[in-house]
């Protein structure tokens, strides 16, 4: 009797309460996220820049660099956006330079 308890404490002892393994929920990736399942991937960005042939980025343009940044003031970043790197450079000197001659704001106010 004493045997059957022990096997029975050691078979739940790594397991999580709801009966799920250490990687979360079932069915769920182990990032966390949830598996995008389907046999179409993802369309591609491409650069805005870049279709619209704009060869260099100018600060004075705010309509076009507020729509680069968050709401919060932050640059977005070229995987979100889909600028190619050398437009993404540019773009973020023009928002900096923008920001230094108060053209945008630093931070939310």
Do not use: W
Not at 8 to 15: E, F, I, L, P, R
Not at 38 to 63: H, L, T
Not at 97 to 107: D, G, I, K, N
């Amino acid at each position: 009797m004493a045997e059957e308890a022990t096997a029975d404490k050691t078979s739940t002892a790594g397991a999580r309460p709801g009966g799920h393994r250490a990687g979360g929920p079932a069915g769920a990736a182990r990032s966390g996220a949830p598996r995008r399942g389907g046999p179409f991937r993802p369309r591609r960005k491409v650069c805005r820049f870049c279709v619209e042939q704009i060869k260099k980025v100018d600060f004075k343009q705010v309509q076009i660099l507020r729509t680069f940044t968050t709401e919060r003031g932050r640059i977005l970043s070229s995987r979100i956006t889909g600028n190619c790197a050398r437009h993404q450079r540019q773009l973020t000197r023009a928002v900096k330079r923008a920001r230094y001659l108060a053209l945008l704001p630093f931070t939310a106010s």
